[in-house]
């Protein structure tokens, strides 16, 4: 089966502009997870869908952050404006549900200059 | 904080030996515990994964053994190859019907041929 698809997988982008990052899970699962991950710790939750529904943004920095999935399948996630510091590898995940063995895309790397 | 953390940031072993991943966890709650190897510039690849009714699970040339009494994981591997470097992270869901992981920092492998 076809795993989870990111696009871009890098980017680089000034302070203060915004950027897009898109998620493509594996057929049918009905969750799906957007982590942060900074050069050299573990990923760090973001936002999670159930279908098209949030179950968990308590992490996500809603000022500047922002994540859509309208279909329930594909999943958007927003960054504007960005700072230095959102400089990290952005990794989408998807579940079949009822589990939480998560299987990952390859990530966006994302630079801030 | 994170619930979940790694005794060693690094671990160096010669090719063939075994090798030792050591995790500690706090949340006496979780009941879930997953390993993922991550290779430079790619997303979290599934290792093995543990309940927390068990103490032992074999997979190829890997076994995860959790002792719950000191909250304690470890992820061992067999006749370690060069294909082996990468970080490794271990995770675990607390519980609850959300299917969250909370990740480690990780430990980086290097495996000297």
């Known amino acids: 089966e076809a795993g989870v698809a990111q696009s871009p997988r890098y980017k680089i982008i000034e302070k203060r502009q915004s950027v897009a990052f898109w998620c493509n899970p594996i057929?049918?699962?009905?969750?799906l997870y957007w982590y942060q991950q900074i050069l050299g710790q573990g990923p760090k939750l973001l936002i999670q869908?159930?279908?098209?529904?949030?179950?968990?943004d308590s992490q996500l920095p809603k000022d500047r952050f922002s994540a859509e999935r309208l279909k329930g399948v594909d999943s958007t996630l927003k960054i504007q404006p960005a700072k230095l510091e959102d400089s990290a590898v952005y990794l989408c995940?998807?579940?079949?549900?009822?589990?939480?063995?998560?299987?990952f895309g390859p990530g966006t790397r994302l630079t801030v200059t | 904080g994170e619930s979940v953390g790694l005794h060693l940031p690094t671990l160096s072993v010669q090719e063939g030996d075994n090798s030792i991943i050591n995790c500690a966890y706090s949340?006496?709650?979780?009941?879930?515990f997953i390993w993922y190897k991550q290779e430079s510039g790619k997303g979290p690849q599934f290792i093995i994964d543990?309940?927390?009714?068990?103490d032992k699970r074999q997979g190829q040339r890997v076994t995860v053994l959790l002792n719950k009494t000191v909250k304690h994981l470890s992820l061992q591997i067999a006749a370690t190859q060069p294909g082996d470097s990468a970080v490794y992270f271990c995770?675990?869901?607390?519980?609850?019907?959300?299917?969250?992981?909370?990740f480690g920092k990780g430990t980086l492998l290097t495996v000297n041929p």
């Open positions: 995770a675990d869901d607390s519980g609850g019907s959300n299917y969250k992981l909370t």
């Open positions: 543990i309940r927390s009714n068990m």
């Open positions: 949340n006496s709650a979780s009941d879930y």
């Open positions: 869908f159930q279908n098209n529904g949030v179950v968990d």
């Open positions: 057929s049918g699962h009905a969750t």
């Open positions: 995940a998807s579940s079949p549900g009822q589990t939480a063995r998560q299987y």
